[in-house]
């Protein structure tokens, strides 16, 4: 195809694309239920289980193949920039004051996962089609632990604030532990690129590279940047050189986390995190949020839709597989939180809605098992598993949050307002 060809075909795909995120993301909102759940739901849809199962024919001629690099870049960029931004709404403040408060439940949340991940292990590595071939057994339990401990840190704090949670005892125990939780399993999974099929002298390169160039992130970046975050504050305006600055620290830092052997979205969430707080990164979220939520976001799910076939779940042991996993993941992540929060002295009802919160796991768990695909870690069959249960998690979260604790609130008059970001996001 000539690149005339190519824009031509990639033009209607990009539409549809965005079309069935907004619709499906609109009918998720009706039944109460964050929009992302319904953007997650349109990538499946337009793949090859829905889409492709019914109209195979349409599907190939609308997503035709020479077009998949163009998508494979903006669903990357997407994800990228989105942990950028989640890493500027990153409260590190919250995370400080009540990190102690927290470990306890974000312990359990952890050691109790990558447990259950070993079991599942020693199980899954029999079957075929699975993991890797070449896969060892620590890498896979690591992995497994890391997929079911991860939680979906920008929804749970959306439900945070929204029910007007964010300064009680509930609410910053479960961001804190949440923000934990998340940041130990990103670890893991670096850990897992770094020792996964490279030797030993690239993953020595991975695991030192990320360490020093996530200590230079969080400890003089933030410095270097301050100048600029002071310029922004003062005239109240962020400049189109101001932003395209910014989008060059992005591409350096992703660029630089890629050059080591992990992944791009570790230098977009480093970033996130040492941008100064203020008005420059109110308004670098106001300037990006929009075309990464509406149009770059829904490209990645429809990347990600596009390699899962939940067709394999015909299977009687794939699916007994898959009801496993999911089941082993609930329990796991949901009663370790709960009995957590318990030990630690919180009531029955905040414990078990810690444990509902904490369980979903959406777009942060798309990010690591697309990543494991990209690297070779898992194959086809356990990456819809994944999918499956990322989306049943998720779906899970807001109406078992609402039985366990919500009901039970009285609709106080003044909410506190819902940061940007989450917002817009909805996760």
Not at 379 to 401: C, D, H, K, N, R
Request: aromatic share 10%.
């Amino acid at each position: 195809m000539s690149y005339v060809d190519l824009a031509l075909a990639f033009l209607p795909q990009l539409a549809l694309i965005i079309v069935a995120a907004q619709v499906f993301g609109y009918l998720a909102k009706f039944i109460g239920q964050p929009k992302v759940v319904g953007e997650m739901i349109a990538g499946v849809v337009l793949g090859p289980s829905l889409f492709g199962l019914f109209w195979p024919d349409l599907q190939k001629s609308i997503f035709v193949a020479e077009t998949m690099p163009i998508l494979y870049f903006g669903a990357q960029l997407g994800v990228g920039l989105y942990m950028f931004l989640v890493g500027l709404e990153f409260n590190t403040q919250l995370f400080r004051k009540n990190a102690r408060s927290a470990v306890g439940v974000s312990l359990a949340g952890m050691l109790v996962p990558f447990g259950v991940g070993a079991l599942l292990c020693l199980w899954l590595l029999e079957t075929p089609g699975l993991f890797a071939a070449n896969i060892s057994f620590a890498n896979a339990a690591l992995f497994m632990g890391a997929a079911i401990a991860i939680t979906a840190f920008p929804m749970l704090a959306r439900i945070i604030y929204e029910r007007g949670l964010a300064g009680t005892a509930l609410g910053t125990l479960a961001l804190a532990a949440g923000a934990i939780d998340d940041a130990a399993a990103w670890v893991v999974l670096a850990v897992v690129l770094a020792s996964f099929g490279g030797g030993t002298i690239l993953a020595i390169k991975a695991v030192v590279g990320g360490v020093l160039y996530a200590s230079l992130m969080l400890t003089k970046v933030r410095g270097w940047l301050q100048p600029l975050a002071d310029k922004v504050e003062k005239t109240g305006v962020l400049t189109a050189a101001q932003l395209l600055l910014v989008f060059v620290l992005f591409s350096v830092s992703a660029y630089a986390m890629e050059w080591v052997g992990l992944h791009a979205v570790f230098g977009g969430f480093l970033l996130g995190i040492a941008m100064p707080r203020g008005k420059l990164s109110e308004l670098v979220t106001a300037r990006l949020q929009k075309v990464t939520v509406f149009v770059l976001l829904p490209m990645f799910f429809t990347y990600s839709g596009l390699k899962t076939q939940l067709n394999v779940l015909a299977s009687f042991e794939v699916m007994f597989i898959a009801l496993i996993i999911l089941a082993a993941s609930i329990f796991a992540k949901g009663v370790a939180c709960w009995a957590a929060a318990r030990i630690g002295g919180a009531d029955n009802r905040t414990a078990m809605a810690v444990g509902a919160l904490m369980n979903a796991r959406g777009l942060m768990e798309l990010i690591i098992i697309n990543i494991a695909l990209k690297f070779g870690v898992i194959e086809q069959g356990l990456f819809s598993i994944m999918v499956l249960m990322a989306i049943v998690t998720t779906l899970m979260a807001s109406p078992l949050f609402h039985l366990v604790y919500g009901r039970h609130m009285s609709k106080p008059d003044d909410q506190p307002p819902v940061p940007p970001l989450n917002a817009a996001m909805k996760v």
